[in-house]
């Protein structure tokens, strides 16, 4: 800062003055005149024209020019007479001299404009402003009451009483006291209006401003003004943005963050909310908050209003960290939302809100081409409503969401989209066969439609391509399902068998997290080259005689397309399935479901209960994330799913096969939340509308989240590494749910009827309970380690419903079987489970998938050893249901017969013996 101290006066003192013939520059401790001023930003701008530019924006009540200097780095940050600057970098406004003779904030900037003028565009000279101007722009308007400094004053040069001007921080319309508030009351001033028309000029562009004050040393937030005029809190709605914005400049100065005030206990820790202190009405910074959506506050730099000028380099020294402190907490980070427009639009009405409570008002604004929306907010995972209206038509009525990470600006980008006919025209020509593309590098969304066509046609029996759906801008949706079992395709309406059990791999639910959807096509080369042609892959040969495997390999190919987390409606897909917790009449619509959810929604669904498992693919850490995510709070809490034991041994099988993950307990803000490469989502990162607490709670699919690298996009040139980290843990996954486990088989007779059966699992933790319809063999599975299992069979189509206890083994690697057949009325053997228990009797094998894998014994399969029970036994089981229904009937009767004929005497008793 030291080098742009001393550029800035060689610059100063090689400029010839424009004003009066001044060459030299004033002496720098003193307090500048309104001509100096004058002079001075003809200066800055002459030193540096490319970069700093000063603009007269209007006159005082006795005609001193309000004077300002912008300083940026883009050609598009400058205003002109009637164009405002580009709405797609934010800036920030310092306003001095509000209060004449309150002139230290008027003076210390001309110290900071040296220093930006003297940086700006020349890269090294101050590595803190090259950061700041490549964040924004930045506004220094020295002097809004150049008249009352001149006359040494409160006021502005109009005389309103004697010696009095008009207080310019009580002369703007007020929510409260006018009511037609934003209009003009008629009763501003010259240098009032200037200012607005300035503001209004900026524009979306302005996000925050604050203007300067002395009297006391504390940042004040508004609002100033309540309904009473006494002193009472009256917060904004975003009181907790401007909390953390006034923070920044409070904890970057310790002696105001030490000030409890004057007269003691005012203050919190150098802050206070403006009504709980000093109420007023008509002041600068609930005007531009309310009617510019503008992040407005005020600093009062000094106890003394207009200290001695020999203690300027004192205060200069103290305010300074804290005026760059500011620029960077709203210049260097938070949130950017980019609505982008197809050339040739027509203006549409756009509406931006942020939904994160406290953190960001909502912008409306009209527009035809591209517009940026800016909130600068702490690090942090936001969502934003974007919606515009073009003619009849209204879109995009979802939310967006985004991570905020520390010292960055997330950008958001939003694409309103074209015309469907359009966007059927721009669909890529999936019936071209071309070369496959590069193998490490980012396949697009055609060369995606191309390799599943590839791959159909590689090994046609065993790997078919299915589309599923479009997303909102008309890209296919395409899955693969690779398998061994003609059955285990599933078709327009008809599910694959329920006997095989499969798994599901989704990727690019997010667009710019695109890893895991590149991963899947090295995934889906090795799987079809292998599937079916035993000895290929042994490793592939197993895993397809256990069951199935679908890739799904970019469920939001918009948002891959454009680089953006949303779909190409800009809605967060991971938010947008119906929640337990937010819906109450889940697992129904709520409406707002988007064609790429309703798709996946469709689709597992037609799997049924083939499919017992599946993860969905992301990026920006290196977790495996089980769920819930979601809880009540949506704060950082526990809420484990009642299968918690069983879906952590799952994720464990992922984890433990790389040690890259195994070893990641949590990095930067993460550190110390992950246990060994695994957190329970709520724990980490609460959120509502995943798939994984829907896909759990409605289809009982243990569904996880893995988190494959930091960054969320790496660059293509690692795909090798990343492939060689994630392969064995992509394998291993589906080998845990594939070939491991318990296979409950519900067998009926041929010519049964249709009926409701639930299958549910007694091991504490270990599974879900599994209710279908059916007249014909039905699997359920249960992906459990090895280790001893009960689970119980009920059927609940006759007037007396069944059930039986099954009890099993299930050993490491294997998948055991269990068959349960409903009795039928001439199955005498299996009616009624044995009193006696049969642990001790060994364990009957059959094999589940044509391998050697045991199956376990049960309670009410007869044993070839244990003889059959009498033929008489079912006769007299339907004699006893007779009985049991009708003795109350006979007993009702012989009490009826008592009270007609009176109580029989001992002798008549003895006599009917």
């Known amino acids: 800062?030291?080098?742009?101290?001393?550029?800035?006066?060689?610059?100063?003192?090689?400029?010839?003055?424009?004003?009066?013939?001044?060459?030299?520059?004033?002496?720098?401790?003193?307090?500048?005149?309104?001509?100096?001023?004058?002079?001075?930003?003809?200066?800055?701008?002459?030193?540096?024209?490319?970069?700093?530019?000063?603009?007269?924006?209007?006159?005082?009540?006795?005609?001193?020019?309000?004077?300002?200097?912008?300083?940026?780095?883009?050609?598009?940050?400058?205003?002109?007479?009637?164009?405002?600057?580009?709405?797609?970098?934010?800036?920030?406004?310092?306003?001095?001299?509000?209060?004449?003779?309150?002139?230290?904030?008027?003076?210390?900037?001309?110290?900071?404009?040296?220093?930006?003028?003297?940086?700006?565009?020349?890269?090294?000279?101050?590595?803190?402003?090259?950061?700041?101007?490549?964040?924004?722009?930045?506004?220094?308007?020295?002097?809004?009451?150049?008249?009352?400094?001149?006359?040494?004053?409160?006021?502005?040069?109009?005389?309103?009483?004697?010696?009095?001007?008009?207080?310019?921080?009580r002369n703007f319309p007020d929510p409260i006291k006018w009511s037609k508030f934003p209009q003009l009351t008629g009763n501003e001033e010259p240098e009032t209006l200037a200012l607005m028309k300035y503001i209004d000029l900026l524009g979306d562009s302005l996000i925050g401003a604050t203007h300067l004050h002395g009297g006391a040393e504390v940042m004040v937030i508004p609002f100033d003004g309540n309904e009473g005029g006494m002193k009472s809190p009256n917060p904004t709605p975003d009181d907790k943005l401007f909390r953390y914005l006034g923070r920044r400049y409070v904890d970057a100065n310790p002696e105001m963050e030490n000030h409890v005030g004057r007269y003691g206990g005012s203050f919190d820790?150098?802050?206070?909310?403006?009504?709980?202190?000093?109420?007023?009405?008509?002041?600068?910074?609930?005007?531009?908050?309310?009617?510019?959506?503008?992040?407005?506050?005020?600093?009062?730099?000094?106890?003394?209003?207009?200290?001695?000028?020999?203690?300027?380099?004192?205060?200069?020294?103290?305010?300074?960290?804290?005026?760059?402190?500011?620029?960077?907490?709203?210049?260097?980070?938070?949130?950017?939302?980019?609505?982008?427009?197809?050339?040739?639009?027509?203006?549409?009405?756009?509406?931006?809100?942020?939904?994160?409570?406290?953190?960001?008002?909502?912008?409306?604004?009209?527009?035809?081409?591209?517009?940026?929306?800016?909130?600068?907010v702490p690090a942090g995972e936001y969502s934003v409503r974007v919606e515009w209206k073009g003619g009849a038509q209204v879109f995009g009525q979802n939310a967006v969401s985004g991570e905020v990470s520390p010292d960055q600006r997330t950008l958001l980008r939003v694409e309103v989209p074209v015309a469907r006919e359009a966007a059927e025209r721009d669909k890529p020509d999936l019936s071209r066969k071309e070369s496959l593309p590069e193998r490490w590098t980012w396949w697009s969304n055609d060369q995606l439609g191309e390799f599943v066509h590839k791959m159909q046609e590689s090994n046609p029996e065993h790997c078919k391509a299915f589309n599923i759906g479009k997303s909102f801008r008309g890209n296919d949706i395409w899955t693969l399902t690779v398998s061994t079992r003609p059955d285990a395709f599933p078709s327009a309406n008809t599910p694959p068998s329920s006997l095989a059990p499969s798994f599901l791999y989704v990727g690019g639910v997010h667009g710019n997290e695109p890893l895991g959807r590149q991963l899947m096509f090295y995934m889906a080369e090795e799987l079809c080259a292998a599937a079916g042609r035993q000895g290929v892959d042994p490793e592939i040969?197993?895993?397809?005689?256990?069951?199935?495997?679908?890739?799904?390999?970019?469920m939001n190919p918009d948002g891959f397309e454009m680089k953006q987390r949303?779909?190409?409606?800009?809605?967060?897909?991971?938010?947008?399935?119906?929640?337990?917790?937010?819906?109450?009449?889940?697992?129904?619509?709520?409406?707002?479901?988007?064609?790429?959810?309703?798709?996946?929604?469709?689709?597992?669904?037609?799997?049924?209960?083939?499919?017992?498992?599946?993860?969905?693919?992301?990026?920006?850490?290196?977790?495996?994330?089980?769920?819930?995510?979601?809880?009540?709070?949506?704060?950082?809490?526990?809420?484990?799913?009642?299968?918690?034991?069983?879906?952590?041994?799952l994720g464990r099988r992922y984890v433990d096969a790389q040690p890259e993950m195994a070893t990641n307990n949590g990095r930067g803000v993460d550190a110390g939340l992950f246990q060994n490469g695994m957190v329970q989502g709520s724990n980490w990162y609460p959120l509502w509308g995943g798939l994984q607490d829907f896909f759990y709670l409605k289809n009982q699919v243990y569904f996880t989240t893995i988190e494959m690298s930091d960054e969320k996009w790496p660059d293509a040139s690692e795909l090798p590494?990343?492939?060689?980290?994630?392969?064995?843990?992509?394998?291993?996954?589906?080998?845990?749910?594939?070939?491991?486990?318990?296979?409950?088989?519900?067998?009926?007779?041929?010519?049964?009827?249709?009926?409701?059966?639930?299958?549910?699992?007694?091991?504490?933790?270990?599974?879900?309970?599994?209710?279908?319809?059916?007249?014909?063999?039905?699997?359920?599975?249960?992906?459990?380690?090895?280790?001893?299992?009960?689970?119980?069979?009920?059927?609940?189509?006759?007037?007396?419903?069944?059930?039986?206890?099954?009890?099993?083994?299930?050993?490491?690697?294997?998948?055991t079987l269990l068959r349960a057949q409903k009795p039928g009325e001439s199955n005498v053997n299996i009616a009624v489970v044995p009193a006696a228990p049969r642990q001790e009797e060994p364990a009957k094998k059959e094999s589940a998938a044509g391998g050697n894998q045991p199956m376990g014994t049960f309670a009410f399969e007869p044993d070839a050893r244990v003889p059959p029970r009498p033929t008489l036994f079912p006769y007299v089981r339907r004699a006893s249901v007779v009985v049991i229904f009708l003795l109350p009937v006979i007993l009702s009767r012989r009490r009826w017969a008592g009270r007609v004929n009176g109580p029989r005497t001992r002798h008549a008793l003895r006599n009917t013996v």
Not at 298 to 314: G, V, Y
Not at 541 to 554: K, M, P
Not at 741 to 766: I, R, S, W, Y
């Open 269 to 376: 820790r150098g802050m206070v909310q403006g009504s709980n202190w000093y109420p007023l009405w008509g002041g600068l910074q609930d005007f531009f908050y309310l009617k510019n959506q503008v992040y407005f506050t005020t600093i009062e730099m000094s106890d003394e209003k207009w200290p001695d000028a020999s203690e300027l380099p004192k205060w200069w020294k103290q305010h300074r960290p804290s005026m760059y402190e500011l620029l960077k907490a709203y210049l260097c980070q938070g949130l950017t939302v980019q609505v982008d427009f197809p050339e040739g639009s027509s203006e549409h009405e756009v509406n931006v809100t942020m939904l994160n409570k406290g953190m960001g008002s909502q912008v409306r604004f009209k527009t035809s081409s591209t517009h940026g929306v800016h909130y600068p």
């Open 541 to 554: 040969d197993r895993i397809l005689a256990g069951g199935t495997v679908h890739l799904l390999f970019s």
């Open 566 to 649: 949303g779909n190409g409606k800009g809605v967060d897909l991971n938010r947008n399935f119906p929640d337990p917790i937010k819906w109450s009449k889940f697992p129904q619509l709520t409406g707002n479901e988007e064609p790429e959810t309703l798709a996946l929604m469709k689709y597992i669904d037609l799997l049924g209960d083939s499919l017992i498992g599946a993860t969905h693919l992301h990026g920006g850490a290196e977790v495996m994330v089980i769920p819930f995510d979601g809880n009540k709070s949506g704060k950082r809490a526990p809420n484990p799913t009642p299968d918690d034991k069983l879906i952590r041994y």
């Open 721 to 815: 590494k990343w492939w060689k980290q994630h392969r064995p843990s992509m394998y291993e996954l589906l080998k845990a749910y594939l070939c491991q486990g318990l296979t409950v088989q519900v067998d009926f007779p041929d010519g049964a009827k249709e009926e409701q059966v639930v299958v549910t699992m007694l091991n504490k933790g270990m599974g879900s309970q599994v209710r279908f319809k059916t007249s014909s063999t039905h699997g359920v599975h249960y992906p459990v380690p090895a280790g001893e299992y009960s689970v119980r069979v009920e059927w609940k189509g006759g007037w007396i419903p069944k059930k039986a206890v099954l009890s099993t083994e299930v050993r490491p690697d294997e998948r």
């Open 1 to 169: 800062m030291m080098l742009a101290l001393l550029l800035s006066t060689l610059l100063l003192l090689s400029v010839p003055g424009s004003c009066a013939g001044e060459e030299a520059p004033p002496e720098r401790w003193t307090w500048w005149s309104n001509d100096q001023l004058g002079e001075f930003v003809h200066k800055m701008q002459e030193s540096n024209p490319e970069h700093c530019k000063a603009f007269n924006i209007g006159k005082s009540f006795r005609g001193n020019d309000i004077w300002t200097l912008t300083v940026s780095t883009r050609p598009d940050a400058f205003p002109s007479a009637n164009t405002p600057p580009s709405s797609l970098a934010p800036s920030f406004l310092y306003v001095g001299g509000v209060h004449g003779n309150e002139p230290l904030g008027r003076q210390l900037m001309f110290y900071m404009a040296e220093e930006l003028c003297a940086a700006a565009g020349r890269q090294g000279v101050d590595p803190e402003i090259d950061r700041i101007l490549a964040g924004g722009t930045v506004h220094l308007l020295f002097s809004m009451n150049p008249d009352g400094f001149e006359m040494n004053r409160r006021g502005n040069g109009h005389d309103v009483a004697e010696g009095k001007g008009v207080d310019l921080n």
